[in-house]
């Protein structure tokens, strides 16, 4: 029977409707069947939330919603679970965890009647002044792109498409729109890229966001070697790409985002994608219908495969957050909760032991759940538990919870920032690096008076921590979530051994910050931004300079205590074949059941190039029960070696000797060995960007 047979009820316009063709084929027969009007249609979307939809072929509109922290009350009207702030997620180093929140927010996204998630959001942190730092994950490009992978996958396996944002190089607020990062090859591949190539490559992420910015001297929106040469051509990415809100009005024109690869400017008639533009622009042959099927096509084949084209109209319900899901957020924050001191063992309490506890500070009864707060990452859920919220109702009743710190057995101190502009908010940088002098002052006056003093810190990065040594302990908590107070009381009380590890270096001072060289590093002049500091960025940077940070990278301490012991490299001479396996053992020698965050960095001494001293290359959180051992093999790969060469372009890994660490943080080497590459390595990739 042909295809034009009139019995064939998927013939000619409806084609696309045939489930036995496969994804390409169908995306191909819809384009055929689009008019050209439609299809310019489809290019921008139908108001703040939603793509158009061409009801001429049954085709409904799709709704985005924002993460990544959970569902956004502002694009669904849905109070969805609030999840701890990305760099929450990311100082839990639990890959198995991140997986579990991309399910549970794939889940969430699904009954609020979406279809895409605005997240992950995977910018490197490049500085602690970023407003978005406490949404993004860290300033380690392996350890976000393994969470990435992670995440992606999670939210992918519920039908829901995952949204990886902000491509690329958005790592300040000031002047987002207008400022180009200026930035070497090398620092794009091997910091700034990573996570969107592994989210692409390994998670299949079905989406992209384009960030406001330009990428030296191309708005990321129409930068087509971004966009088409590295994302499609050398990554193989068949989704969509998305702007970010409004960046389409900033751009040269819309055909030229169009050209460029950009599937989608959102919001709707906000992105100045006017029809009438557009058709002049085909007729005069600025833009060719084949560059619109090319872009056009991700959007399609993302609407097969997440079920929006064969499936019906996903209800939208009501009490998207389940207790389930509440609990999962529970368990998040705590394992992203990083005890950074704890002297004489002061935590965990013991509850029975305790009469008066003051709790205290401006954090312990704020909150940081509520609608656009943050920005587009706020998320409202359906209640959110305070630090005093969750330490009053762990200890209430045992014990008298009080504010004045004298006489008490212990004082908690809840310090640090929130969500205001110029604190951890998306569009304005933060102001200060230091916390408020009230707060300092508070606590200094608490330690004078009580030694049992414990600091909580709420904020979603680096503050100055001068103060730290006064104190007995000091618990990051990060931006939480809605049962943030419970985990915080779960790690009071050690009901959960801390395993958070610090995914960004905290400097004592923000010029030690290898981005505060000067105004033209950040936040630029408006019009550029340097990124001199190339490669090295965070730990990178402190460990070449030899700067004292006031916490490193990794660093993160539990109620147990962990011994390394063994190590073994499986080639003390590799040819770069296959994997080279690496060993060792691990015990928990205390006297609790925990987890340890295992870190393996590399280096390579005898590079050519300037390189970081150490760069991580492999990890794993492994849970131990006391006493218990276990042998932990990781598998490095040539490409865990290499450095990005700029002339020609690609992966370089040099024959020489490298260095193995492995340890407890990126400062508390516990390990070492060495082996030889004996082969010269290089892997060749695409166009400069
Ligand atoms: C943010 C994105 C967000 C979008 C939609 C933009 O301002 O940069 O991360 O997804 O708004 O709210």
């Known amino acids: 029977m042909s295809s034009h047979d009139s019995h064939d009820p998927h013939a000619g316009e409806q084609a696309f409707r045939n489930r036995g063709l496969d994804i390409g084929d169908r995306v191909s027969a819809l384009l055929a069947a689009l008019t050209l009007d439609e299809k310019l249609g489809l290019c921008s979307g139908r108001n703040f939330w939603e793509t158009r939809s061409v009801p001429r072929l049954g085709i409904r509109s799709m709704r985005l919603t924002d993460g990544p922290r959970g569902v956004a009350f502002h694009s669904t009207w849905r109070r969805g679970t609030a999840f701890p702030s990305g760099i929450a997620l990311g100082a839990s180093w639990d890959t198995d965890l991140a997986r579990r929140h991309g399910e549970a927010l794939g889940r969430e996204t699904r009954e609020a009647g979406a279809h895409v998630v605005l997240g ?117 990415f068949e989704g969509f790409v998305v702007s970010d809100w409004f960046a389409a009005r900033k751009a040269t024109s819309a055909e030229a985002c169009i050209r460029a690869g950009m599937s989608l400017a959102m919001p709707g008639r906000w992105s100045r994608y006017r029809m009438r533009d557009l ?33 019906p109209a996903r209800p939208r319900r009501r009490g998207i957050s389940t207790p389930d899901s509440q609990v999962l957020a529970r368990e998040i924050a705590a394992a992203g909760i990083t005890m950074l001191r704890n002297e004489a063992g002061l935590l965990p309490l013991d509850a029975s032991r305790l009469r008066k506890v003051a709790v205290l500070g401006p954090t312990a009864r704020q909150r940081n759940c509520l609608p656009l707060w943050g920005g587009s990452a ?128 905290f400097p004592r001072r923000l010029p030690d910050s290898p981005a505060h060289r000067s105004g033209r590093t950040f936040p630029g002049d408006g019009r550029e931004v340097l990124y001199q500091e190339g490669v090295f960025v965070g730990y990178r940077h402190f460990d070449r300079e030899d700067i004292a940070p006031s916490f490193p990278f990794g660093h993160g301490l539990s109620y147990s205590d962990f011994e390394y012991s063994d190590l073994q490299v499986e080639h003390a001479r ?109 892997l060749a990739v695409g166009p400069t960007v």
């Open 120 to 236: 992950p959001a995977v910018n490197l942190c490049r500085t602690p002044m970023c407003g978005r730092t406490f949404e993004y994950l860290t300033e380690d490009p392996h350890l976000n792109a393994r969470l990435t992978v992670s995440y992606v996958r999670g939210v992918q396996g519920e039908k829901v498409a995952a949204c990886v944002k902000h491509f690329a190089a958005n790592n300040q607020e000031s002047k987002r729109m207008q400022v180009s990062a200026q930035v070497s090859q090398r620092a794009l591949r091997e910091l700034y890229l990573p996570a969107f190539e592994a989210a692409v490559r390994e998670g299949g992420a079905q989406a992209v966001m384009s960030a406001y910015n330009g990428v030296n001297g191309t708005k990321a929106g129409e930068n087509e070697a971004l966009l088409w040469d590295v994302l499609r051509e050398e990554w193989g």
């Open 279 to 311: 058709r002049e622009a085909v007729r005069r042959g600025r833009l060719h219908e084949e560059d619109l099927d090319r872009a056009l096509r991700g959007l399609l084949r993302v609407m097969f495969e997440i079920g929006h084209i064969d499936e």
């Open 378 to 505: 706020g998320v409202w859920p359906p209640h959110e538990i305070t630090p005093a919220d969750g330490i009053r109702e762990a200890l209430g009743r045992s014990a008298e919870i009080v504010d004045d710190p004298a006489g008490a057995d212990a004082a908690i101190v809840c310090v640090g920032l929130s969500h205001r502009p110029g604190g951890d908010s998306e569009g304005v940088d933060r102001k200060h690096f230091d916390l408020p002098s009230a707060q300092v002052a508070l606590i200094r006056k608490t330690a004078a008076t009580n030694p049992n003093t414990i600091v909580i810190l709420v904020a979603g990065g680096p503050v100055s921590m001068d103060w730290a040594e006064d104190v007995s302990s000091v618990l990051v908590a990060w931006y939480p979530g809605m049962e943030g107070g419970r985990a915080i009381a779960d790690v009071l009380t050690g009901a959960v051994n801390p395993s958070g590890r610090l995914p960004v270096t």
């Open 574 to 682: 590799w040819e770069g074949e296959g994997g080279l396996g690496v060993s060792f053992s691990v015990r928990n020698r205390g006297d609790r059941d925990g987890a340890e965050v295992v870190q393996l960095y590399v280096g390579d001494p005898e590079s050519s190039v300037p390189r970081p001293p150490r760069e991580l290359r492999a990890f794993e959180k492994r849970f131990l029960r006391a006493g218990e051992s276990a042998r932990i093999r990781f598998e490095l790969q040539v490409r865990d070696l290499a450095w990005f060469c700029e002339s020609p372009l690609g992966w370089r890994a040099e024959p020489g000797g490298f260095e193995i660490e492995i340890g407890s943080s990126s400062r508390d080497i516990r390990l070492r060995g060495r082996f030889e590459l004996v082969k010269d390595w290089f």
